[in-house]
């Protein structure tokens, strides 16, 4: 029963911090948005508890609320965006953006209503640990793992050359 | 479904109204960070959909994907923030409205 409750009230915080990213009533700053961005992620590393992914939670806090959004708020402040609050947003695009996530809605519905309901009979817990996940990762997704290291490396020189005052 | 023992049926639901959230956020929102924090918005709602299948299906390859997508969405923040420095060094403005210089 106690997972059942923590899990509708981690589900209420994420939708409502989410909801509070893309559209707060009260504040337009980018600021406050990624402080719930922050908020959202935190919630999300909860629900991963709730599903026994130990490990994807602590990565998800690591690097998404530590890493990532200090990047953001390193921008922001950067950037230095007083004069760029008060703008309203148009009608067309929250009407586009209206009839867009209702498409998407009814498409996940029908997606959820048809898709066949045979789970696997509930076993042992799968646990999400370090060790196991370790193992798959350096086992048989070997390759995707290097690939991917590369693939950070890219970033990190693409980053260097973007910040570089003239782009030659 | 309320008050039903939580299943795989309401993580994904869960899920899917995260990634509406995102997708409004990318449609109507005209700032070019908030559009970004939108994406990772996005990004989430994916991954939570991927950690509860493979939790109820029993396989942990869900959950090496997510390790993936979670590097792969640092590697893109990383660019996109840089690309946005750079725009804005160019044109001071995180608006979207004010960059149409390849609009038709």
Known sequence: MIPDLAFYLLAALTLLCGFLVVANPLSRNPVTSAMFLVLTIASLAGLFVLLRAFFLAAVQVLVYAGAVMVLFLF????????????????????????????????????????????????????????????????????????????????AMVGVILLSKKDLK | ???????????????????????????????????????????????????????????????????FIITVAAAEVAVGLALIVALYRLRPTTHVEDLTSLKL
């Open chain 2, 1 to 67: 479904m309320t008050g039903a023992h939580v299943g795989l049926e309401q993580y994904l639901v869960v899920s899917a109204l995260l990634f509406s959230l995102g997708l409004l956020g990318v449609i109507a929102r005209r700032n070019l960070l908030v559009i970004y924090m939108s994406l990772e918005l996005m990004l989430n709602a994916a991954n939570l959909a991927l950690v509860a299948c493979s939790s109820f299906h029993h396989n942990l390859a869900g959950q090496v994907l997510v390790f």
């Open chain 1, 75 to 154: 921008v922001i402040m950067l950037l230095d965006l007083g004069a760029e609050e008060r703008r309203a947003i148009k009608r067309l695009g929250l009407l586009a953006g209206g009839v867009s996530v209702a498409a998407l809605a009814v498409l996940v519905r029908t997606a959820i209503h048809e898709s066949p309901r045979a789970l696997p009979p509930a076993g042992p817990p799968l646990e999400g640990a370090t060790g196991s996940l370790g193992e798959l990762l350096f086992r048989q997704y070997l390759l995707p793992f290097e690939i991917v290291s590369v693939l950070l490396l890219v």
